[in-house]
């Protein structure tokens, strides 16, 4: 469904706000993207998305390879 470009820049803070309900009207906590950066970056990796309102929205995870 996409997310506007206002809520985007929020999409990964703690407790946020910006989130909507899913598709199938489940609620949100504001945890989940929040977690998984933290996981992410633990790693030395990167999350972010790329999004377009009413079109869709993809998520991208980039991780270092194991040397």
């Not at 997310?3 to 609620?27: C, D, K, M, N, Y």
């Not at 996981?39 to 991208?60: A, D, M, P, R, Y």
């Amino acid at each position: 469904m996409g997310i506007p470009t206002e809520l985007q820049v929020h999409l990964f803070e703690q407790f946020t706000s910006a989130g909507r309900q899913g598709t199938q009207g489940e609620s949100t906590t504001g945890l989940g993207l929040y977690i998984a950066r933290q996981i992410v970056e633990q790693h030395q990796g990167k999350l972010w998305l790329e999004s377009e309102e009413n079109k869709g929205t993809t998520f991208f995870i980039e991780l270092p390879a194991k040397p």
